[in-house]
């Protein structure tokens, strides 16, 4: 009888899976799992609709999405556009998703988001922060984003460079101004098929995209075309602005330190990775550029690399706490170290320093067949959040950093005095002292780096209950500190790893709003700029 049962429960198990499998690969898992609970409304949303489109016409009709169809969403997400521009390469093509602003009164601003890896798709950042729906990892099921950024301006998410996420094409770029010419390629048919001409553009991205945004951006002003490039702002989330040694491991033990809760090692082991810190030179290199205002420029030589300005192995502690941590918690998130086992599922794949997908939703979301349906692209396009494979030629990206004195990141601050790099408090991949290491030896405006440090209080208003927004809630009071000076701001915030628009999207609204001109600086007490 037990051995009936057994086969009997293996039998139905087997059904089932190949139910699920089935099911998912239609974008019909709804069927198996928990129904969301109801979506309640906030004073930051209202109802979208297509009923009054702002940019349907004969030419953007194609690429119309019926907001009701995308799979697993309960609800109808409003006007958008979505598909594939060609960037004059063959038959190479970028995928966007626009979203127009419910705030009909910005009509003539756009705000592009670019993920970064570099090779991951921009839909990350859709999907897990800012776009008008999100479905975070560890949670049911889509619901409606309280902070979804196209409250309060038009929002484009693209795809690039070739080989990332939906976009058409093979890795054909060796630096960041072969990125540049074909983005600024493909922001003209953009601005040309939705009637943008004379909007003020502004670009915001995190990651690797601390490269691509103040590369991009330094194109379009270049062009000296306001009808299609009027950059007016930037804002970089844990930016890779200068070398991986300075910007990671240079500041690991000070890091590692200022975080015992997440990073709880043994005497024995943090005594080591102290030890190796000071004799590579990491600790004296802080201590002496680390200053506001800075002493002057950082050496030419970084530390810990011998004569010929190669990496030395035994200097690598960034490596060596990360495996160390690994052991400790296997769960580890790199980008927000206080995430504990089990590991969230996640509809990306991408739940914390590694892939994973549970058995049950083998597919990433935008990998399913009902949503590429939805979203305007060829059913045979294989979506993955990160490309397996580099999109740089050879796997490398022959373009210097963007922070450089005399770099791109200079040029887009001195143009537009408007430039906001923030960086999350819990991100090990790239401490905020590495970033301000980075900008403390960059010189704009006639100065180098801040002269004070960024002490001022971030604030954000509460102006929302937890029940009102229960779905997609998010922190409100002092959640970081800052400085701005000659037309960059600087912010840590608290309580965010990596991706500040995901793990603190309130601060995140602050910031466009602060970007986009509607507050004053990051201490401003005001409410939530809402929809008109």
Same mark, same amino acid.
């Not at 297509?50 to 697993?72: E, K, M, R, V």
């Given at each position: 009888?037990?051995?009936?049962?057994?086969?009997?429960?293996?039998?139905?198990?087997?059904?089932?899976?190949?139910?699920?499998? %089935?099911?998912?690969?239609?974008?019909?898992?709804?069927?198996? +799992?928990?129904?969301?609970?109801?979506?309640?409304?906030?004073?930051?949303?209202?109802?979208?609709?297509?009923?009054?489109?702002?940019?349907?016409?004969?030419?953007?009709?194609?690429?119309?999405?019926?907001?009701?169809? +995308?799979?697993?969403?309960?609800?109808?997400?409003?006007?958008?556009? !979505? /598909?594939?521009?060609?960037?004059?390469?063959?038959?190479?093509?970028?995928?966007?998703?626009?979203?127009?602003?419910?705030?009909?009164?910005?009509?003539?601003?756009?705000?592009?988001?670019? @993920?970064? $890896?570099?090779?991951?798709?921009?839909?990350?950042?859709?999907?897990?922060?800012?776009?008008?729906?999100?479905?975070?990892?560890?949670?049911? !099921?889509?619901?409606?984003?309280?902070?979804?950024?196209?409250?309060?301006?038009?929002?484009?998410?693209?795809?690039?460079?070739?080989?990332? /996420?939906?976009?058409?094409?093979?890795?054909?770029?060796?630096? %960041?101004?072969?990125?540049?010419?074909?983005?600024?390629?493909?922001?003209?048919?953009?601005?040309?098929?939705?009637?943008?001409?004379? =909007?003020?553009?502004?670009? =915001?991205?995190?990651?690797? =995209?601390?490269?691509?945004?103040?590369?991009?951006?330094?194109?379009?002003?270049?062009?000296?075309?306001?009808? !299609?490039?009027?950059?007016?702002?930037?804002?970089? *989330?844990?930016?890779?602005? $200068?070398?991986? #040694?300075?910007?990671?491991?240079?500041?690991?033990?000070?890091?590692?330190?200022?975080?015992?809760?997440?990073?709880?090692?043994?005497?024995?082991?943090?005594?080591?990775?102290? @030890?190796?810190?000071?004799?590579?030179?990491?600790?004296? *290199?802080?201590?002496?550029?680390?200053?506001?205002?800075?002493? /002057?420029?950082?050496?030419?030589?970084?530390?810990?690399?011998?004569?010929? /300005?190669?990496?030395?192995?035994?200097?690598?502690?960034?490596? =060596?706490?990360? %495996?160390?941590?690994?052991?400790?918690?296997?769960?580890?998130?790199?980008?927000?170290?206080?995430?504990?086992?089990?590991?969230?599922?996640?509809?990306?794949?991408?739940?914390?320093?590694?892939?994973?997908?549970?058995?049950?939703?083998?597919?990433? *979301?935008?990998?399913?067949?009902?949503?590429?349906?939805?979203?305007?692209?060829?059913?045979?396009?294989?979506?993955? #959040?990160?490309?397996?494979?580099?999109?740089?030629?050879?796997?490398?990206?022959?373009?210097?950093?963007?922070?450089?004195?005399?770099?791109? +990141?200079?040029?887009?601050?001195?143009?537009?005095?408007?430039? #906001?790099?923030?960086?999350?408090?819990?991100?090990?991949?790239?401490?905020?002292?590495?970033?301000?290491?980075?900008?403390?030896?960059?010189?704009? @405006?006639?100065?180098?780096?801040?002269?004070?440090?960024?002490?001022?209080?971030?604030?954000?208003?509460?102006?929302?209950?937890?029940?009102?927004?229960?779905?997609?809630?998010?922190?409100?009071?002092?959640?970081?500190?800052?400085?701005? %000076?000659?037309?960059?701001?600087?912010?840590?915030?608290?309580?965010?790893?990596?991706?500040?628009?995901?793990?603190?999207?309130?601060? !995140? *609204?602050?910031?466009?709003?602060?970007?986009?001109?509607?507050?004053?600086?990051?201490?401003?007490?005001?409410?939530?700029?809402?929809?008109?």
């Amino acid at each position: 009888m037990v051995c009936q049962l057994a086969i009997l429960s293996l039998l139905l198990a087997t059904i089932y899976r190949h139910s699920v499998a %089935e099911a998912h690969a239609r974008g019909d898992l709804r069927t198996y +799992l928990r129904k969301p609970t109801s979506v309640t409304s906030s004073s930051l949303i209202k109802p979208r609709s297509t009923s009054n489109s702002t940019y349907l016409n004969n030419a953007t009709a194609p690429f119309s999405i019926d907001g009701s169809s +995308l799979p697993y969403v309960e609800f109808d997400i409003g006007e958008s556009y !979505a /598909g594939l521009l060609p960037i004059g390469h063959e038959d190479d093509k970028y995928f966007f998703w626009f979203v127009p602003s419910l705030n009909t009164s910005v009509q003539d601003e756009v705000v592009i988001w670019l @993920n970064g $890896g570099p090779g991951c798709s921009s839909l990350d950042g859709f999907l897990h922060a800012n776009g008008p729906f999100t479905w975070q990892p560890g949670t049911n !099921a889509p619901v409606p984003n309280t902070w979804a950024w196209s409250n309060l301006t038009n929002v484009v998410w693209v795809d690039q460079p070739q080989g990332t /996420g939906y976009s058409v094409g093979e890795a054909i770029v060796t630096s %960041e101004g072969d990125v540049a010419k074909y983005f600024v390629a493909f922001w003209e048919e953009f601005v040309k098929l939705f009637g943008l001409q004379h =909007a003020k553009v502004y670009l =915001a991205g995190e990651s690797y =995209a601390g490269k691509y945004v103040p590369y991009i951006a330094d194109a379009m002003l270049d062009r000296g075309n306001a009808t !299609a490039f009027d950059v007016s702002g930037i804002l970089l *989330y844990d930016p890779g602005v $200068g070398d991986d #040694i300075v910007q990671s491991e240079v500041p690991m033990v000070a890091f590692m330190n200022a975080n015992p809760n997440s990073l709880p090692f043994d005497d024995t082991f943090k005594t080591y990775i102290q @030890n190796t810190s000071a004799a590579c030179g990491y600790d004296t *290199y802080l201590e002496e550029h680390l200053r506001f205002p800075p002493l /002057g420029p950082l050496p030419s030589s970084d530390p810990g690399t011998d004569s010929e /300005g190669n990496f030395l192995a035994e200097c690598d502690i960034f490596t =060596a706490i990360f %495996e160390e941590i690994n052991t400790l918690n296997p769960c580890f998130n790199i980008y927000q170290i206080n995430q504990p086992c089990p590991i969230p599922w996640d509809v990306l794949g991408f739940p914390y320093s590694g892939y994973y997908l549970p058995s049950t939703f083998p597919e990433p *979301y935008f990998n399913l067949a009902g949503v590429k349906a939805a979203l305007n692209v060829p059913a045979s396009t294989d979506w993955t #959040i990160c490309s397996s494979s580099s999109v740089f030629v050879n796997g490398t990206d022959s373009s210097p950093p963007s922070g450089l004195t005399g770099g791109p +990141l200079e040029r887009v601050i001195e143009k537009t005095m408007n430039v #906001i790099v923030a960086n999350g408090a819990l991100d090990m991949s790239s401490p905020t002292n590495g970033t301000l290491l980075v900008l403390q030896n960059m010189t704009w @405006n006639g100065a180098r780096g801040f002269s004070n440090p960024p002490v001022q209080p971030l604030l954000v208003p509460s102006t929302l209950s937890s029940e009102e927004v229960q779905e997609s809630m998010a922190g409100s009071g002092h959640l970081g500190s800052w400085v701005s %000076e000659r037309g960059l701001t600087f912010c840590e915030v608290f309580l965010s790893g990596h991706q500040v628009p995901e793990w603190q999207p309130s601060v !995140a *609204y602050r910031h466009i709003e602060l970007l986009l001109g509607r507050i004053e600086n990051l201490s401003d007490v005001r409410p939530f700029t809402k929809q008109q």
